[in-house]
């Protein structure tokens, strides 16, 4: 079983990318998805998660409004569209497994999660 986070990339102020989320082993609908990032220098925190089952997502305050999570199950893919970047967004993105969330539910706890993928660097900088 295998989580693989993609799409990081050096993008400018304003711009946007998106990260995906793949599985090996796993059915991504069956679970609660979270997003994390690790500045340089502070400690990994939730970005967003996604329910079990469902497309209802969560997100962290500061990237409300900016960041879109999202799932395709036909892919078993999860993705966090991110718009309207800025430097304070640099960070290493990873995406994990929450196998016991409950259905309706997800949290942004990092302690939550079971199975946890390499990251992929994000970097705003113009």
């Known amino acids: 079983v295998q989580l693989q986070a993609s799409g990081g990339g050096l993008v400018r102020p304003g711009g946007s990318l998106r990260l995906s989320c793949a599985a090996s082993?796993?059915?991504?609908?069956?679970?609660?998805i979270g997003w994390f990032r690790q500045a340089p220098g502070k400690e990994r925190e939730g970005v967003s998660c996604?329910?079990?089952?469902?497309?209802?997502?969560l997100n962290t305050d500061a990237v409300k409004g900016r960041f879109t999570m999202s799932r395709d199950a036909a892919k078993n893919m999860v993705y966090l569209q991110m718009d309207s970047l800025e430097p304070e967004d640099t960070a290493i993105y990873y995406c994990?497994?929450?196998?016991?969330?409950?259905?309706?539910?997800?949290?942004?706890?990092?302690?939550?999660?079971?199975?946890w993928g390499q990251g992929t660097l994000v970097t705003v900088s113009s």
């Open positions: 082993g796993h059915e991504l609908r069956n679970y609660a």
């Open positions: 994990a497994i929450d196998y016991l969330a409950i259905p309706g539910s997800c949290a942004l706890k990092d302690y939550e999660y079971d199975l």
């Open positions: 996604i329910v079990p089952h469902d497309d209802k997502s």
